[in-house]
């Protein structure tokens, strides 16, 4: 089973941007859908963008649409999240979810972003 351990996360200022890192360990990760959700407080979490396993097809969600870029590099065992023109509601912990071929999920521990007005 994979392990996902997330990194990148920090305060910055709206307009600013940061890139998440998700990085894999396993000798499966080119086999599983990857992708990056965020809880706020007091919300559920929530989707924000997934990538196929072969990087192909890449799903955002409507409010970061154009300004969040999903890619993986499976060479790497690693998936990123680059996030441009951050406003403060895309504040809250981002998570790392894998899924493999049998639909078994695996999450990560969380990074917190927090962006400023």
């Known amino acids: 089973q994979v392990q996902l351990v997330e990194s990148g996360g920090g305060s910055v200022q709206a307009g600013g941007s940061l890139r998440l890192t998700c990085s894999a360990s396993g000798r499966t990760f080119s086999s599983y859908a990857m992708g990056w959700f965020r809880q706020a407080p007091g919300t559920e979490r929530e989707f924000v963008s997934s990538i196929s396993w072969d990087g192909n097809r890449t799903y955002y969600e409507d409010s970061v649409n154009g300004r969040f870029t999903i890619s993986r590099d499976n060479a790497k065992n690693t998936v990123y999240l680059q996030m441009n023109s951050l406003k403060p509601e895309d504040t809250g912990v981002y998570y790392c979810?894998?899924?493999?071929?049998?639909?078994?999920?695996?999450w990560g521990q969380g990074t917190q972003v927090t962006v400023s007005s």
């Open positions: 979810r894998a899924d493999d071929p049998y639909r078994t999920t695996t």
